[in-house]
């Protein structure tokens, strides 16, 4: 039997007009934005696929969804009071909730869409993720620049999106839809951040500079110990402990039992501090220009007073900055699980991992010359506290390294000698050794 003549076929093309089997039809912007809205969502926003702001994530996002001609970006508020307590079990709460929501809007939209005969993907508000990628990028979309290409605010020194009415107290969820929308938005004219700074007052490990820097590798040691990277790390504890006596020196009970409750209910922040002590945004803001004092008492001070166990990584900045700032805090070392497999994965992450005040004095342009598996070249300029990765050999070299890439890898992931791999040539040196030890001093292992 043809396929044309198959019964259901025909029943379908009995029912469905032409235009009705898939529309093309561009999207009418305020019915869709009042179509959000009346589905729960705060406010919303939209974006076409070509806009320069996605230039970063087109591929990933076409990859997922092919037909993408356009980005509905929206929010969905967070209740602030829960946000701002040091007992953190509730401010997960509000945060797990909040993002249920967000993901059954666009659930729900994308239902609507299709039965309209729109096709329309909703990726997830954060987890789950594409875990099979890491560490590598392990999301589809981005949702931050979309949400401030679509004019639904700006990111803050913290890295977050803070709305103009509704403050960081949000959470983003993203629409890719196939078909044009008549109207898109732009980005607000303002940024409604106050460089107040309460948000590096308030961080434990001091993933925020004053001058707006973000250390990647200290919020995501310390803020995501019970996802990706940190579960990684606790199961190699479990491995490692030679009975229950010796795991119990490892990991606490109260850890354990944390880290059950992740396991149980979904992945809990450690801190999020930035977003609680956060005083931007219209619906926020009176209370913290009418008594600035209060605002410190009552919502900063508690979380800064607070003894809980902060996780950092052995010779980081956040080690230097707890015993510091944060004396009174227990300090616990763990592992670094961001482990690239990959040069890929090196490259881009060596910016995030970087760790500035460990450079200090270190003026240095470094040559990689990675061979075997993988074979390309490398410049990694540290220099003023900064570093800059590019691709080929640029410039002067302080220090040329050619290495064989699987050597190089498992290195970093400590399951390869450097002695040995010296010794034994695949890693080779033309320059002064001690540019190499100063270079491991600014990523942490």
Known sequence: MKLADHPTVQRMQQRLSPDKKENNKPLDAVWLRQLLLDEGADDVGFVEIGRTELDDQREDILRAFPHTKGLISYVVRMNREPMRTPDRSIANLEFHHAGDEINEIGRKIVRKLEDLGVKALNPAMGFPMEMDRFPGKVWTVSHKPVAVAAGLGMMGIHRNVIHPKFGNFIWLGTILVGTEITEHDQPIDYNPCLECKLCVAACPVG???????????????????????????????????????????????????????????????????????????????????????????????????????????RNSDAEEHVAKRFPHKPLKHVGNTLRPRNIDQLLLGMPLVFQPSKSAGLDATYHFTFTGKEQRQATIVIRDGQIRVETGHVGKPSLRVTADTQTWLGFLAHERNLVWALLSRRIRLKGSPLLLVAFGKCFPS
């Open 207 to 313: 993933a925020i500079s004053p001058a707006g820097e973000f250390n990647f590798s200290a919020c995501y040691t310390h803020n995501y110990r019970e996802f990706m990277g940190g579960f990684t790390d606790w199961t190699e504890q479990v491995a490692d402990s030679k009975n229950r006596f010796d795991y119990r020196k490892r990991v606490t009970d109260a850890e354990s039992a944390s880290m059950w409750q992740s396991l149980s209910f979904g992945a809990n922040y450690k801190a999020a501090y930035c977003l609680s002590v956060c005083p931007a945004g219209e619906d926020v803001i009176g209370p913290y220009l009418e008594d600035k004092k209060t605002h410190l008492r009552d919502i900063v001070k508690p979380l800064q007073e607070k003894e809980e166990t902060v996780y950092v990584l």
